[in-house]
């Protein structure tokens, strides 16, 4: 990969002198070394050596040997590189001594779509876009590890109609996020960052279903330790160098949905081969849509590693380890158990609670939902699993009903990163609580999603700048 980039980044540095304009690169998307001081010779000759200058420095001072040497963008040996023979052109180019990189350094820019990558449905089940839940990463051990899996579902499967799944499971999308988020705001620069994982089971199409993906979904986080964020940043700027235009809206991977994803698909499945794994696995939890039911009924739960073992996680506000959640209304539903916190959440998502209020009662039962969604005030910790699941199909409606302008709710998260959901259908479509995935081919996400990629770019910029 570095050889390819040093190639890539002379090729463009030529460009530009060729253009007459030095580093002819965008400012949004490139700041180069102001390379060295070109030497004297340069004057006349074969021009090797002032290419030869350019080269050495693969990353010193000595990489913009033609804009700063005398011979280098002057006279006859501009052209050709007409300096070499004489020797004097080689001396100037050699003069990224400093450096172990002269080459130009590449800066991109993230945004939504390269730290959280919604990976388009494949087009059968037996050829998954990227990889599927049991593929082995590079240490040698399943992506989703079937204990665990297994673990999670067998009490569900039995006594309330989960089909078999586990070979079915295809990777459905890839994030990146600087830390575990365990308290509100920034993450703490001493904390290993995380990548999180989405799996669903993928169908294909038949005479009575339509195929695409289960209402089941698997979120699986694995540690990145502190020492390889950087590393991991650096992959990920490479994989946005690659890709399309795709800036704008969280929506359906650009990249991925290109006419040749191939190459920008490789270098995902390498990210996740080499950032996955049962040996970097620290959570995995469920969210699933229960058959044996006459209610639409979801069950969210999942379990963490505590010290060497994984344990059940308690649901915020109660003892219980398990989530049952039930359709009620257009957009209303009732949990159990639920906490509610932030104050108003349970008025919010209940909507015979909501629809009997006093307007004054429901915009305070609405303040929770932005709150619910806001990195800086709440994390998954802190608020009941299925608060970020339903918040955005929640607060869509009830604006509909009430005739409360949702953007008149105090406490929104804000960014200069797109901000939008409707990328997705979560907005519109209380028939799931899918946060980050999909229900059959609709794509499905949620304002926390939004919120939380945005916040994580926000971060990066700020702890890995653009170099000066």
């Not at 002032?50 to 001072?61: D, E, F, N, P, Q």
């Amino acid at each position: 990969m570095l050889v390819r980039r040093r190639v890539v980044s002379f090729a463009l540095l030529l460009v530009g002198l060729v253009a007459g304009g030095g580093c002819g690169s965008s400012p949004a998307r490139m700041n180069a070394d102001a390379g060295g001081q070109g030497g004297v010779g340069g004057a006349g000759g074969v021009g090797g050596a002032v290419g030869v200058g350019g080269a050495v420095g693969s990353g010193g001072r000595g990489g913009t040997v033609g804009a700063g040497g005398v011979g280098g963008t002057t006279g006859a040996g501009a052209a050709a590189g007409m300096g070499g023979v004489g020797g004097a052109g080689g001396s100037g180019g050699v003069t990224g001594t400093g450096g172990a990189g002269g080459t130009p350094i590449a800066f991109y820019p993230l945004d939504m779509n390269d730290v959280t990558i919604l990976v388009p449905l494949p087009t059968s089940s037996s050829t998954p876009v990227l990889l599927r839940g049991g593929d082995l990463v590079d240490d040698g051990t399943a992506l989703v590890p079937r204990a665990l899996f297994d673990r999670l579902v067998d009490s569900e499967r039995k006594d309330f109609g989960l089909l078999p799944m586990y070979e079915r499971l295809h990777l459905v999308a890839v994030r990146f996020d600087l830390c575990d988020r365990h308290l509100p705001g920034a993450c703490p620069e001493a904390e290993d960052a995380r990548l999180r994982l989405v799996f669903q089971p993928i169908q294909d199409a038949t005479g009575t279903s339509a195929g695409g993906a289960d209402d089941v979904g698997f979120h699986a986080f694995y540690t990145i330790r502190n020492d390889e964020i950087a590393g991991a940043v650096a992959a990920l700027r490479d994989l946005a160098r690659m890709a399309p235009a795709q800036t704008g809206a969280l929506r359906v991977s650009p990249a991925l949905s290109a006419a040749n994803p191939g190459a920008y698909a490789a270098a995902v499945r390498a990210f996740v081969r080499r950032y996955g794994g049962e040996a970097r696995i620290v959570r995995l939890t469920m969210n699933a849509l229960l058959l044996n039911f006459a209610q639409v009924h979801w069950v969210l739960r999942g379990i963490e590693k505590k010290g060497d073992a994984f344990v059940d996680i308690p649901i915020v506000g109660a003892t219980a380890v398990s989530e049952a959640v039930v359709l009620s209304g257009s957009a209303g539903y009732d949990v159990t158990p639920i906490a509610d916190t932030p104050p108003g959440l349970r008025g919010a998502i209940t909507q015979f609670m909501f629809d009997t209020a006093l307007a004054a009662q429901q915009r305070e039962y609405l303040a929770a939902l932005p709150a619910v969604d806001n990195p800086l005030t709440h994390t998954a910790e802190t608020v009941p699993c299925v608060s970020c699941h339903v918040s955005t199909v929640v607060m869509y409606a009830r604006g509909l009903t009430s005739g409360i302008d949702p953007l008149s709710i105090p406490g929104r998260y804000t960014s200069r990163f797109d901000l939008s959901v409707m990328g997705g259908r979560s907005y519109d479509t209380p028939r799931t609580i899918r946060a980050l995935g999909y229900l059959r081919k609709d794509p499905m996400i949620s304002q926390r999603v939004v919120n939380e990629t945005a916040q994580t770019l926000a971060e990066i910029e700020a702890r890995f700048p653009p170099p000066p």
